[in-house]
């Protein structure tokens, strides 16, 4: 017996045909939700894009809480609420996993490990399915972590253990760090030439560097590997979710602690790093003005606003200058008075 290679549930409601008008819209979220204010604000607006339509929970490695979670707290929100779990290529061509997904006014892509998105969902019958949700029935599409990762028009997606700062800023080429890709995955509107990264700020036994330097580092080789000076990154502290509507206007949503919710938009200022080689560190300086980033601080009500159409205008938050004068040592971030 051939084992399907592919769990679903429906944790409320029936899926079938709605009424629904879904709004496209984006929903990137730092990855450690938390169940506090910030959430349930984000969770909020996101359904409302909706319009009370089925929401489809997509994620690799079993079933989890989350449409569980949105039956619990937003029942009034939706019609159904499913996740499916998607383990091979083989299932990735299932023709009633397409059926789940293609049926969707709203999705939720998981955390857990983009290298299993990668590995199982692209270039299958899922990526297309996933493509026709977002740019023909444009349904809302909300991704944390891993689910934000794989929603970048550029990608990391390891196959092992994730580069750190240090690593990719002391050597570019550091070996954590060949899975860096173009996408012909996700095509996702407003994220185009962008690179995305989660878990800015997180620090524990697990994890001792933040990831800033990472996302500086990541965006270098972007740079680089593409040869285009136009490429942009948005990285997330564990708890900001970063809320764009149909216009590509964002706002960032948080728990208005003031700590650990800022969503960081980066574009390049034009000149590439001045020294990006193999076992070298990296310096990209332009007098300390490598990188232009826009940080928003995270609020129950939405804050900020920056607009990705141009990646200029913006309010509410500040900018900042991020640049190396020489690897990690060297890595910093100064405000622009």
Known sequence: ???????????????????????????????????????????????NKADRGNYLVLRSGGIGRQADWICDHYRDLITSSAELSI?????????????YIREADALFIAGGDQNAYEDYWEGSAVEDAINFLINEKKVPVAGTSAGMAILGDYYYAPSHR???????????????????????????????????DTHLDRINKNHSETRYGRLFGLLARVVHDSNQLSVFAIGLEEGAFVAIDEKGIAKVFGNGSGKGEDAYFLKTNGIVPEQIKHNLPLVWNNNGKAVKAYKIAGTPAGSGQFDLNNWSTASGGTWEYWFTNGGNSGFKRNPIN
């Open 162 to 196: 994730g580069v750190q700062s240090s690593e990719i800023l002391n050597d570019p080429f550091h070996h954590n760090t060949k899975d860096i890709y173009r996408s012909d995955f996700i095509k996702v509107p407003f994220l185009k030439n962008v690179i995305t």
């Open 1 to 47: 017996m051939v084992r399907r290679e592919f769990d679903y549930i429906r944790e409320c409601g029936k899926v079938n045909s709605t009424s629904a008008k879904p709004v496209f819209s984006i929903l990137l979220i730092g990855g450690a939700e938390g169940g506090k204010s910030g959430e349930e604000a984000a969770t909020e607006w996101f359904l």
């Open 87 to 99: 383990d091979s290529r083989e299932a990735a061509n299932d023709p009633k996993v397409i059926e």
